[in-house]
Structures are given as structure tokens and as C-alpha cells.
Nanobody, 129 residues
Framework: RVQVAVSGGGSVQAGGSLKLACVVT????????IGWFRRAPGKEREGVAR????????VYAESVKGRFTVSQDNAKRTLYLQMTNLKVEDTAMYSC??????????????????????WGQGAQVTVSS
């Protein structure tokens, strides 16, 4: 049984930093394509970043490039999202999701939540001006 657990988040002023962690258990950690997503109030869920744990193919949304960094610790079965230079518009509920299929992480595949099967609970990130 696959389980996804998210930790981190919180409140910070614009320009600050926060870090989220996503632990995925169930299958071998290298079997997963894992994505970070967020949903701001009144908006659709959008992709933030995604990576194949085994092959890489790390992709960031344009809105977070240069500010957010994904890293992984295979021994801890954890994917991290380091967020720096946060902006008010980054305020959202952030979620982590995993797929045991590779195609959501293939080069050129869009950063979209629909292929991801296993979802963790959200972590609120609030950025104030």
C-alpha cells in the first residue's frame, strides 16, 4: 500500500524561505515519479515540479524556476521542496503525489496532476507582504 506524507510549510514574509518534505512508502522509492502541486484559493491545482526518482527528468513550473529546488534522499524515501524568495502569489496548499508509472515524468510530458495516483495531505504555505 502506497502512502504519501507531507511535512513542513507555515507562514513567512515575502522573500523568506520554507522547506517541504514528502515521504513515500510502499514500493521501492526508485519506482516513483513524484510531483509537487499547489492550489491557491479560488484557483485550479497547478504543478510546481516533478521528478523521476530513478531517472531524474526534473521539471519546474516557470513560475518557480530559480526560486524552488527539488532534492531527494533515497535512503529516507523523501523528496524535498526548498522554496526561497517566496512571493505572496506562492500562497497555496501544497501537495505531494506519486505515480508508479514513468510516463508522467517522461521528457515533454506536461506537469499536470491527473496521472498521479497517490496523494498526501496538503501543507499550507502562506506568504505575507
Amino acid at each position: 500500500r502506497v502512502q504519501v506524507a507531507v511535512s513542513g510549510g507555515g507562514s513567512v514574509q515575502a522573500g523568506g524561505s520554507l522547506k517541504l518534505a514528502c515521504v513515500v512508502t510502499g514500493y521501492d522509492f526508485t519506482d516513483y515519479c513524484i510531483g509537487w502541486f499547489r492550489r491557491a484559493p479560488g484557483k485550479e491545482r497547478e504543478g510546481v515540479a516533478r521528478v523521476s526518482i530513478l531517472r531524474g527528468n526534473l521539471v519546474y513550473a516557470e513560475s518557480v524556476k530559480g526560486r524552488f529546488t527539488v532534492s531527494q534522499d533515497n535512503a529516507k524515501r523523501t523528496l524535498y521542496l526548498q522554496m526561497t524568495n517566496l512571493k505572496v502569489e506562492d500562497t497555496a496548499m501544497y501537495s505531494c503525489a506519486a505515480s508508479t508509472y514513468e510516463y508522467p515524468c517522461e521528457t515533454g510530458y506536461p506537469l499536470t496532476p491527473s496521472p498521479f495516483t497517490y496523494w498526501g495531505q496538503g501543507a499550507q504555505v502562506t506568504v505575507s507582504s
